[in-house]
Protein backbone atom coordinates (compact mmCIF):
# COMPACT_ATOMS: atom_id res chain seq x y z
CA UNK A 1 0.00 0.00 0.00
CA UNK A 2 0.97 3.02 -0.97
CA UNK A 3 -0.08 6.54 0.48
CA UNK A 4 1.33 9.79 -0.84
CA UNK A 5 0.70 12.79 -0.08
CA UNK A 6 -2.58 11.91 1.74
CA UNK A 7 -4.39 13.71 4.00
CA UNK A 8 -7.35 12.51 6.92
CA UNK A 9 -6.07 8.82 5.85
CA UNK A 10 -7.58 5.85 8.17
CA UNK A 11 -6.49 2.59 8.07
CA UNK A 12 -7.89 0.16 10.36
CA UNK A 13 -8.49 -3.97 11.54
CA UNK A 14 -6.80 -4.76 8.18
CA UNK A 15 -4.25 -7.97 7.98
CA UNK A 16 -1.34 -7.84 5.43
CA UNK A 17 0.77 -10.62 4.55
CA UNK A 18 3.55 -10.38 1.27
CA UNK A 19 7.44 -10.75 0.41
CA UNK A 20 9.10 -7.80 -0.52
CA UNK A 21 11.92 -7.53 -3.31
CA UNK A 22 14.15 -5.53 -5.26
CA UNK A 23 17.06 -3.72 -3.38
CA UNK A 24 16.83 -1.11 -0.27
CA UNK A 25 14.34 -1.04 2.64
CA UNK A 26 10.74 -1.66 0.98
CA UNK A 27 7.75 -1.29 3.38
CA UNK A 28 4.40 -3.05 2.77
CA UNK A 29 3.17 0.08 3.67
CA UNK A 30 4.77 3.45 2.67
CA UNK A 31 3.75 6.79 3.57
CA UNK A 32 5.08 9.81 1.90
CA UNK A 33 4.65 13.20 2.35
CA UNK A 34 1.20 13.01 3.95
CA UNK A 35 -1.01 14.52 6.97
CA UNK A 36 -3.44 13.38 9.71
CA UNK A 37 -2.50 9.48 9.07
CA UNK A 38 -3.98 6.64 11.06
CA UNK A 39 -2.93 2.99 11.58
CA UNK A 40 -4.43 1.12 13.89
CA UNK A 41 -5.36 -2.60 14.57
CA UNK A 42 -3.49 -3.60 11.82
CA UNK A 43 -1.31 -6.82 11.40
CA UNK A 44 1.55 -6.92 9.31
CA UNK A 45 3.76 -9.95 8.24
CA UNK A 46 6.56 -8.70 5.33
CA UNK A 47 9.49 -11.33 4.57
CA UNK A 48 12.11 -10.57 1.91
CA UNK A 49 14.05 -12.08 -0.17
CA UNK A 50 17.85 -12.19 -0.52
CA UNK A 51 18.55 -8.53 -1.41
CA UNK A 52 15.88 -6.30 -0.05
CA UNK A 53 14.91 -5.48 3.64
CA UNK A 54 11.39 -6.45 4.80
CA UNK A 55 9.77 -3.62 6.75
CA UNK A 56 5.91 -3.32 7.88
CA UNK A 57 5.66 0.70 8.10
CA UNK A 58 8.04 3.42 6.35
CA UNK A 59 7.70 6.98 6.43
CA UNK A 60 9.39 9.65 4.57
CA UNK A 61 9.29 13.02 3.18
CA UNK A 62 6.65 15.50 5.30
CA UNK A 63 4.57 13.23 7.72
CA UNK A 64 2.53 15.87 9.84
CA UNK A 65 0.33 14.38 12.90
CA UNK A 66 0.31 10.37 12.45
CA UNK A 67 0.09 7.78 14.63
CA UNK A 68 0.63 3.92 14.70
CA UNK A 69 -1.21 2.47 17.01
CA UNK A 70 -2.41 -1.53 18.52
CA UNK A 71 -0.89 -3.37 15.70
CA UNK A 72 0.76 -6.05 15.39
CA UNK A 73 4.23 -6.57 13.54
CA UNK A 74 6.35 -9.03 11.68
CA UNK A 75 8.99 -8.16 9.65
CA UNK A 76 13.34 -7.48 9.24
CA UNK A 77 12.29 -3.85 10.87
CA UNK A 78 8.56 -3.34 11.88
CA UNK A 79 8.61 0.74 11.55
CA UNK A 80 11.42 2.72 9.82
CA UNK A 81 12.15 5.55 8.16
CA UNK A 82 13.00 5.38 5.03
CA UNK A 83 15.53 7.59 3.75
CA UNK A 84 18.71 7.73 0.88
CA UNK A 85 20.08 11.10 -0.97
CA UNK A 86 16.85 11.69 -2.37
CA UNK A 87 15.00 10.99 0.58
CA UNK A 88 14.15 12.93 4.00
CA UNK A 89 11.83 12.51 7.26
CA UNK A 90 10.33 15.59 8.76
CA UNK A 91 7.75 14.48 11.16
CA UNK A 92 5.74 16.42 13.59
CA UNK A 93 3.35 14.63 16.05
CA UNK A 94 4.28 11.35 15.24
CA UNK A 95 3.35 8.68 17.50
CA UNK A 96 4.28 4.85 17.71
CA UNK A 97 2.16 3.49 21.06
CA UNK A 98 0.86 -0.03 22.20
CA UNK A 99 2.29 -2.00 19.55
CA UNK A 100 3.75 -5.56 18.87
CA UNK A 101 6.84 -5.32 17.22
CA UNK A 102 8.54 -8.91 16.21
CA UNK A 103 11.54 -8.21 14.44
CA UNK A 104 14.83 -9.86 13.34
CA UNK A 105 16.84 -6.81 13.06
CA UNK A 106 15.11 -3.13 14.41
CA UNK A 107 11.52 -2.53 16.14
CA UNK A 108 11.53 1.06 15.64
CA UNK A 109 14.49 2.80 13.53
CA UNK A 110 14.17 6.58 12.57
CA UNK A 111 17.61 7.22 11.15
CA UNK A 112 19.64 9.31 8.76
CA UNK A 113 17.95 12.12 7.68
CA UNK A 114 15.19 12.39 10.15
CA UNK A 115 14.43 15.56 11.44
CA UNK A 116 11.70 15.61 14.82
CA UNK A 117 9.08 18.75 15.49
CA UNK A 118 7.07 19.10 18.08
CA UNK A 119 6.26 15.44 20.14
CA UNK A 120 8.09 11.94 18.68
CA UNK A 121 6.51 9.29 21.02
CA UNK A 122 7.30 5.85 21.07
CA UNK A 123 5.33 4.25 24.05
CA UNK A 124 4.27 1.45 25.66
CA UNK A 125 5.49 -0.77 22.27
CA UNK A 126 6.63 -4.71 23.17
CA UNK A 127 9.86 -5.65 20.97
CA UNK A 128 11.31 -8.86 20.64
CA UNK A 129 14.23 -10.78 19.24
CA UNK A 130 15.64 -7.29 17.31
CA UNK A 131 19.60 -8.45 16.93
CA UNK A 132 20.55 -4.45 16.43
CA UNK A 133 17.99 -2.90 18.35
CA UNK A 134 15.00 -2.40 19.78
CA UNK A 135 14.91 1.01 19.02
CA UNK A 136 16.68 3.44 16.76
CA UNK A 137 16.03 7.72 17.31
CA UNK A 138 19.68 9.04 15.80
CA UNK A 139 17.81 11.40 13.72
CA UNK A 140 17.70 15.63 14.52
CA UNK A 141 15.05 16.86 16.90
CA UNK A 142 14.18 20.78 16.07
CA UNK A 143 13.97 22.88 18.44
CA UNK A 144 11.17 22.90 21.01
CA UNK A 145 11.15 18.95 19.62
CA UNK A 146 10.09 16.88 22.16
CA UNK A 147 11.57 12.73 22.19
CA UNK A 148 9.96 10.40 24.53
CA UNK A 149 10.60 6.87 24.53
CA UNK A 150 8.58 5.56 27.52
CA UNK A 151 7.08 2.35 29.23
CA UNK A 152 8.37 0.14 26.35
CA UNK A 153 9.07 -3.62 27.10
CA UNK A 154 12.39 -4.72 25.20
CA UNK A 155 13.23 -8.59 25.45
CA UNK A 156 16.18 -8.17 22.35
CA UNK A 157 18.99 -9.71 21.76
CA UNK A 158 20.60 -6.32 20.31
CA UNK A 159 20.90 -3.00 21.64
CA UNK A 160 17.41 -1.78 23.72
CA UNK A 161 17.65 1.77 22.74
CA UNK A 162 19.46 3.75 20.34
CA UNK A 163 19.32 7.23 20.81
CA UNK A 164 21.14 10.38 19.56
CA UNK A 165 18.88 13.64 18.91
CA UNK A 166 18.45 16.16 21.62
CA UNK A 167 15.53 16.63 24.25
CA UNK A 168 15.92 12.89 24.84
CA UNK A 169 13.63 11.39 27.44
CA UNK A 170 14.01 7.97 28.16
CA UNK A 171 11.78 7.01 30.70
CA UNK A 172 10.44 3.79 32.45
CA UNK A 173 11.34 1.17 29.86
CA UNK A 174 11.67 -2.21 30.73
CA UNK A 175 14.92 -3.88 28.99
CA UNK A 176 15.90 -7.69 29.08
CA UNK A 177 18.89 -8.92 27.39
CA UNK A 178 17.72 -12.39 25.78
CA UNK A 179 20.75 -15.48 24.87
CA UNK A 180 23.14 -14.11 22.31
CA UNK A 181 26.53 -13.47 21.68
CA UNK A 182 26.66 -10.11 20.78
CA UNK A 183 27.74 -7.32 22.84
CA UNK A 184 25.12 -4.65 23.18
CA UNK A 185 24.14 -2.40 25.46
CA UNK A 186 20.85 -1.53 26.91
CA UNK A 187 20.48 2.57 26.50
CA UNK A 188 23.40 4.03 23.86
CA UNK A 189 23.60 7.71 23.42
CA UNK A 190 25.75 8.27 20.31
CA UNK A 191 25.94 10.74 17.41
CA UNK A 192 22.81 11.53 15.48
CA UNK A 193 22.29 13.65 12.54
CA UNK A 194 23.16 16.57 14.28
CA UNK A 195 26.83 16.21 15.41
CA UNK A 196 26.64 18.59 18.46
CA UNK A 197 26.33 17.62 22.09
CA UNK A 198 23.05 16.02 23.03
CA UNK A 199 21.60 18.21 25.40
CA UNK A 200 18.49 18.39 27.52
CA UNK A 201 18.39 14.33 28.42
CA UNK A 202 16.87 12.58 30.50
CA UNK A 203 17.27 8.77 31.35
CA UNK A 204 15.18 7.65 34.00
CA UNK A 205 12.97 4.95 35.35
CA UNK A 206 14.20 2.41 33.16
CA UNK A 207 14.80 -1.06 34.55
CA UNK A 208 17.66 -3.07 32.48
CA UNK A 209 18.80 -6.29 32.85
CA UNK A 210 21.44 -8.94 31.78
CA UNK A 211 23.10 -6.49 28.88
CA UNK A 212 26.03 -7.99 27.61
CA UNK A 213 27.37 -4.94 27.29
CA UNK A 214 26.89 -1.64 29.50
CA UNK A 215 23.29 -0.92 31.06
CA UNK A 216 24.02 3.03 29.50
CA UNK A 217 26.51 3.49 26.97
CA UNK A 218 27.29 7.30 26.40
CA UNK A 219 29.02 8.04 22.95
CA UNK A 220 28.79 11.64 22.05
CA UNK A 221 29.39 14.84 23.83
CA UNK A 222 26.45 15.87 26.23
CA UNK A 223 25.41 19.37 27.71
CA UNK A 224 23.03 18.70 30.35
CA UNK A 225 21.88 15.32 30.74
CA UNK A 226 20.55 13.27 33.93
CA UNK A 227 20.30 9.75 35.06
CA UNK A 228 17.88 8.76 37.87
CA UNK A 229 16.45 6.16 39.67
CA UNK A 230 17.11 3.83 37.04
CA UNK A 231 17.83 -0.33 37.71
CA UNK A 232 20.91 -1.96 36.34
CA UNK A 233 21.79 -5.39 37.17
CA UNK A 234 23.84 -8.63 35.84
CA UNK A 235 25.25 -7.11 33.22
CA UNK A 236 28.61 -7.81 31.81
CA UNK A 237 30.07 -4.45 31.85
CA UNK A 238 28.96 -1.68 33.28
CA UNK A 239 26.15 0.66 34.78
CA UNK A 240 26.77 4.05 32.81
CA UNK A 241 30.54 3.99 31.13
CA UNK A 242 31.16 7.13 29.28
CA UNK A 243 33.52 5.70 25.99
CA UNK A 244 36.80 7.77 24.52
CA UNK A 245 35.79 10.87 22.95
CA UNK A 246 32.87 11.15 24.78
CA UNK A 247 32.52 14.40 27.21
CA UNK A 248 29.88 16.43 29.48
CA UNK A 249 28.98 19.97 30.85
CA UNK A 250 27.11 18.77 33.54
CA UNK A 251 26.01 14.74 34.61
CA UNK A 252 23.67 14.12 37.32
CA UNK A 253 23.99 10.83 38.50
CA UNK A 254 21.06 9.96 41.20
CA UNK A 255 19.10 7.11 42.82
CA UNK A 256 20.27 4.87 40.44
CA UNK A 257 20.31 0.81 41.82
CA UNK A 258 23.71 -1.17 40.43
CA UNK A 259 23.54 -4.45 41.25
CA UNK A 260 26.10 -7.26 40.19
CA UNK A 261 27.78 -5.40 37.75
CA UNK A 262 30.87 -7.77 35.76
CA UNK A 263 28.57 -10.67 35.58
CA UNK A 264 31.70 -13.24 34.29
CA UNK A 265 33.87 -10.05 33.33
CA UNK A 266 37.52 -11.25 33.83
CA UNK A 267 39.68 -9.63 31.06
CA UNK A 268 43.27 -9.15 31.60
CA UNK A 269 43.77 -7.04 29.25
CA UNK A 270 40.77 -4.69 29.92
CA UNK A 271 40.20 -2.92 33.11
CA UNK A 272 36.59 -2.46 35.10
CA UNK A 273 34.37 0.44 35.69
CA UNK A 274 30.93 0.61 37.26
CA UNK A 275 30.22 4.04 36.70
CA UNK A 276 32.48 5.96 33.94
CA UNK A 277 33.01 9.75 33.57
CA UNK A 278 35.48 11.49 31.21
CA UNK A 279 36.29 14.99 30.66
CA UNK A 280 32.68 16.13 32.72
CA UNK A 281 32.42 19.80 33.61
CA UNK A 282 30.57 19.23 36.29
CA UNK A 283 28.19 16.31 38.19
CA UNK A 284 26.68 15.16 41.26
CA UNK A 285 26.80 11.51 42.18
CA UNK A 286 24.42 11.11 44.67
CA UNK A 287 22.39 8.41 46.32
CA UNK A 288 22.91 5.50 44.44
CA UNK A 289 23.84 1.13 45.42
CA UNK A 290 26.68 0.02 44.36
CA UNK A 291 26.06 -3.79 44.93
CA UNK A 292 28.72 -6.64 43.59
CA UNK A 293 30.69 -4.83 41.46
CA UNK A 294 33.41 -6.70 39.39
CA UNK A 295 33.10 -10.15 41.57
CA UNK A 296 34.75 -12.22 38.62
CA UNK A 297 37.79 -10.02 37.64
CA UNK A 298 40.78 -11.06 39.66
CA UNK A 299 42.92 -10.93 36.09
CA UNK A 300 41.60 -7.41 34.96
CA UNK A 301 44.32 -4.67 35.44
CA UNK A 302 42.08 -2.34 37.00
CA UNK A 303 38.59 -2.31 38.78
CA UNK A 304 36.62 0.66 39.61
CA UNK A 305 33.05 1.02 41.01
CA UNK A 306 33.00 5.04 40.50
CA UNK A 307 35.47 6.77 37.92
CA UNK A 308 35.89 10.35 36.80
CA UNK A 309 38.69 10.84 34.45
CA UNK A 310 39.90 14.51 33.72
CA UNK A 311 36.63 16.08 35.29
CA UNK A 312 35.98 19.40 36.68
CA UNK A 313 33.76 20.06 39.48
CA UNK A 314 32.76 16.50 41.10
CA UNK A 315 30.22 15.54 44.41
CA UNK A 316 29.95 12.12 45.16
CA UNK A 317 27.75 11.89 47.53
CA UNK A 318 25.01 9.58 49.41
CA UNK A 319 26.31 6.43 47.64
CA UNK A 320 26.11 2.96 49.15
CA UNK A 321 28.86 0.67 47.86
CA UNK A 322 29.14 -2.66 49.00
CA UNK A 323 30.72 -6.21 47.87
CA UNK A 324 33.42 -4.16 45.21
CA UNK A 325 36.12 -6.14 43.69
CA UNK A 326 36.19 -10.17 44.24
CA UNK A 327 36.99 -11.85 47.75
CA UNK A 328 40.04 -13.65 45.75
CA UNK A 329 43.63 -11.95 45.50
CA UNK A 330 43.51 -10.69 42.56
CA UNK A 331 45.97 -8.40 39.73
CA UNK A 332 46.88 -4.84 40.53
CA UNK A 333 44.23 -2.67 42.35
CA UNK A 334 40.49 -2.38 43.18
CA UNK A 335 39.28 0.81 44.07
CA UNK A 336 35.69 2.35 45.29
CA UNK A 337 35.58 5.57 44.16
CA UNK A 338 38.36 6.98 42.18
CA UNK A 339 38.93 10.34 40.71
CA UNK A 340 42.42 11.12 38.37
CA UNK A 341 44.10 14.27 37.97
CA UNK A 342 42.29 17.32 36.26
CA UNK A 343 39.54 18.19 38.67
CA UNK A 344 39.58 21.50 40.45
CA UNK A 345 37.20 20.68 43.02
CA UNK A 346 35.89 17.34 44.46
CA UNK A 347 33.84 16.48 47.59
CA UNK A 348 33.38 13.13 48.69
CA UNK A 349 30.47 12.77 51.45
CA UNK A 350 28.26 10.57 53.76
CA UNK A 351 29.01 7.43 51.63
CA UNK A 352 29.30 3.95 52.59
CA UNK A 353 32.51 1.61 50.84
CA UNK A 354 33.39 -1.63 51.75
CA UNK A 355 35.18 -4.43 49.97
CA UNK A 356 32.71 -7.29 51.72
CA UNK A 357 28.93 -7.66 50.72
CA UNK A 358 28.57 -8.76 54.80
CA UNK A 359 30.91 -9.46 57.72
CA UNK A 360 30.81 -13.43 56.91
CA UNK A 361 32.16 -12.94 53.44
CA UNK A 362 36.04 -14.71 53.53
CA UNK A 363 38.54 -12.43 51.59
CA UNK A 364 42.31 -12.80 50.10
CA UNK A 365 44.81 -10.04 50.51
CA UNK A 366 44.86 -7.65 47.84
CA UNK A 367 45.34 -3.94 47.28
CA UNK A 368 42.03 -2.58 47.54
CA UNK A 369 41.15 0.65 49.09
CA UNK A 370 37.52 2.99 49.25
CA UNK A 371 39.06 6.24 47.85
CA UNK A 372 41.91 7.25 45.72
CA UNK A 373 42.20 10.80 44.64
CA UNK A 374 44.98 11.57 42.54
CA UNK A 375 45.62 15.52 41.90
CA UNK A 376 48.41 15.44 39.19
CA UNK A 377 50.77 13.32 37.56
CA UNK A 378 53.96 15.80 37.61
CA UNK A 379 54.82 14.36 41.44
CA UNK A 380 56.33 11.00 41.12
CA UNK A 381 53.68 9.54 43.75
CA UNK A 382 51.44 10.79 40.94
CA UNK A 383 53.00 9.25 38.22
CA UNK A 384 52.97 6.24 40.14
CA UNK A 385 49.02 5.96 39.25
CA UNK A 386 49.23 6.29 35.78
CA UNK A 387 47.61 3.15 35.59
CA UNK A 388 44.24 4.26 36.66
CA UNK A 389 43.86 5.49 32.74
CA UNK A 390 40.76 3.71 30.65
CA UNK A 391 41.63 2.00 27.48
CA UNK A 392 42.27 4.32 24.92
CA UNK A 393 42.92 7.43 26.99
CA UNK A 394 46.60 8.58 27.85
CA UNK A 395 47.31 11.11 30.73
CA UNK A 396 50.93 12.75 30.42
CA UNK A 397 52.52 15.43 33.27
CA UNK A 398 53.69 18.20 31.26
CA UNK A 399 55.40 21.55 33.06
CA UNK A 400 52.37 23.12 32.46
CA UNK A 401 50.16 21.02 33.37
CA UNK A 402 48.50 17.40 32.58
CA UNK A 403 47.59 16.39 29.17
CA UNK A 404 44.59 14.20 28.49
CA UNK A 405 44.71 12.46 24.70
CA UNK A 406 42.21 10.14 23.30
CA UNK A 407 41.21 9.01 19.60
CA UNK A 408 38.87 11.66 20.03
CA UNK A 409 40.84 15.17 21.24
CA UNK A 410 43.58 16.70 23.01
CA UNK A 411 43.45 18.47 25.86
CA UNK A 412 45.56 20.53 28.80
CA UNK A 413 44.00 20.14 32.31
CA UNK A 414 43.62 21.97 34.97
CA UNK A 415 47.04 22.88 35.72
CA UNK A 416 46.16 23.50 38.96
CA UNK A 417 46.55 21.16 42.11
CA UNK A 418 42.73 20.80 43.05
CA UNK A 419 40.67 20.89 46.43
CA UNK A 420 39.46 17.91 47.86
CA UNK A 421 36.80 17.33 50.71
CA UNK A 422 36.37 13.49 52.34
CA UNK A 423 33.95 13.68 55.05
CA UNK A 424 31.69 11.64 56.81
CA UNK A 425 32.58 8.68 55.03
CA UNK A 426 31.96 5.34 56.50
CA UNK A 427 35.06 3.04 55.03
CA UNK A 428 35.86 -0.84 55.35
CA UNK A 429 39.22 -1.87 54.34
CA UNK A 430 39.44 -5.41 54.81
CA UNK A 431 42.96 -7.30 54.34
CA UNK A 432 44.21 -5.14 51.98
CA UNK A 433 47.97 -4.20 50.87
CA UNK A 434 47.40 -0.49 50.59
CA UNK A 435 45.13 2.09 52.60
CA UNK A 436 42.05 2.05 52.71
CA UNK A 437 41.92 5.71 51.39
CA UNK A 438 44.53 7.86 49.43
CA UNK A 439 44.59 11.31 49.00
CA UNK A 440 47.72 12.66 46.75
CA UNK A 441 49.06 15.61 44.78
CA UNK A 442 46.55 17.80 45.87
CA UNK A 443 46.72 21.22 46.85
CA UNK A 444 44.24 21.11 50.13
CA UNK A 445 42.33 18.74 51.92
CA UNK A 446 39.39 19.12 54.67
CA UNK A 447 39.27 15.28 55.77
CA UNK A 448 36.93 14.81 58.21
CA UNK A 449 33.92 13.36 60.45
CA UNK A 450 35.07 9.84 58.58
CA UNK A 451 34.61 6.39 60.03
CA UNK A 452 37.41 3.87 58.82
CA UNK A 453 37.47 0.42 59.88
CA UNK A 454 40.72 -1.79 59.10
CA UNK A 455 40.26 -5.55 59.48
CA UNK A 456 43.71 -7.14 58.95
CA UNK A 457 45.73 -6.74 56.06
CA UNK A 458 49.34 -6.26 56.40
CA UNK A 459 52.30 -3.96 55.68
CA UNK A 460 50.33 0.00 54.46
CA UNK A 461 46.62 -1.93 54.08
CA UNK A 462 46.89 -1.10 58.00
CA UNK A 463 46.49 2.47 57.51
CA UNK A 464 43.30 3.79 57.35
CA UNK A 465 44.50 6.44 55.03
CA UNK A 466 47.37 8.84 53.49
CA UNK A 467 47.09 12.41 52.58
CA UNK A 468 50.03 14.22 50.80
CA UNK A 469 49.50 17.87 49.56
CA UNK A 470 50.18 21.46 50.28
CA UNK A 471 47.92 21.64 53.19
CA UNK A 472 45.38 19.65 54.94
CA UNK A 473 43.40 19.39 57.81
CA UNK A 474 42.24 15.91 59.18
CA UNK A 475 39.78 16.55 62.18
CA UNK A 476 37.12 14.26 63.99
CA UNK A 477 37.50 11.50 62.58
CA UNK A 478 37.21 8.16 64.40
CA UNK A 479 40.24 5.44 62.72
CA UNK A 480 39.61 2.01 64.13
CA UNK A 481 42.81 -0.32 63.62
CA UNK A 482 44.39 -3.61 64.49
CA UNK A 483 47.58 -2.77 65.04
CA UNK A 484 48.89 -0.37 67.58
CA UNK A 485 51.73 1.45 65.48
CA UNK A 486 50.81 3.52 63.38
CA UNK A 487 46.70 4.46 61.55
CA UNK A 488 47.09 7.38 59.41
CA UNK A 489 49.67 9.63 57.46
CA UNK A 490 49.70 13.08 56.72
CA UNK A 491 52.13 14.85 54.63
CA UNK A 492 51.81 18.33 53.66
CA UNK A 493 54.35 21.13 53.76
CA UNK A 494 55.91 22.10 56.76
CA UNK A 495 53.03 23.48 59.73
CA UNK A 496 50.28 23.82 57.12
CA UNK A 497 48.03 21.31 59.14
CA UNK A 498 45.64 20.74 61.59
CA UNK A 499 44.99 17.42 63.12
CA UNK A 500 42.39 17.51 66.11
CA UNK A 501 39.58 15.87 67.70
CA UNK A 502 40.35 12.36 66.23
CA UNK A 503 39.37 9.16 68.05
CA UNK A 504 42.58 6.49 66.99
CA UNK A 505 43.43 3.71 67.89
CA UNK A 506 47.15 4.14 66.87
CA UNK A 507 48.76 7.18 66.56
CA UNK A 508 48.61 9.73 63.54
CA UNK A 509 51.75 10.38 61.34
CA UNK A 510 52.31 13.89 60.71
CA UNK A 511 55.19 14.77 58.36
CA UNK A 512 56.70 11.13 60.24
CA UNK A 513 55.85 12.70 63.56
CA UNK A 514 53.53 10.66 66.07
CA UNK A 515 50.35 12.94 66.77
CA UNK A 516 51.49 12.78 70.01
CA UNK A 517 54.97 14.22 69.95
CA UNK A 518 53.80 17.11 67.70
CA UNK A 519 54.63 21.19 69.08
CA UNK A 520 51.43 22.06 71.53
CA UNK A 521 48.81 22.33 70.93
CA UNK A 522 48.69 19.82 68.78
CA UNK A 523 50.41 16.74 70.60
CA UNK A 524 47.14 16.61 72.85
CA UNK A 525 43.89 17.43 70.82
CA UNK A 526 43.74 13.40 69.86
CA UNK A 527 42.45 10.60 71.94
CA UNK A 528 43.82 7.13 71.73
CA UNK A 529 40.84 4.54 71.34
Given at each position: IDIARGVGVAIENLSIAGIVSGGGTTAMIDIVDSLDVQLEHLTIAAGATADP?????GFSGLILSATVRDCVLVAEQAIVSISSENKYLLTANLRMV??????????????????????????????????????????????????????????????????????????????????GKTVAHGIALVPGFDKG?????YVTGNRLRGQRGHGIAVRQRLGRAIFKSNSIENTVGGALVMDVGAS?????????????LGVGFNSEALPFFGVLLIAVKRADVVGNLFANVARQAVVSPLRVAIMAMASGELRVAGNRLLGIGPLASFNRRTIGIGVTPGFTDVAVDDN????????????????WQAILIVGSLQDEVGQNQTSMAAPGIVMLPLKSGNAYLSAGKID????????????????????????????????????DQNDIRVTDGSSDGMLAG??????????????????????FELFVAKTKYSVLGNLRT????????????????????????
Open positions: TSAAIHNVLMCSQIGISLTGTSLHYGQLRIADNLALICAQAGIAVTGAALPAASVTIDGNILHVTGNGVIAGTDGLRIDNNEIVALAALDRVADYLSIEGNQFANTVARVETDADKVSVANLLNAARGSVMVRGNRLHGHTSLIPTAEILVVQCCLFRILGDHASVANNRFAGSVDKVIAPILVNGTPDNALPPPWNALNVAI
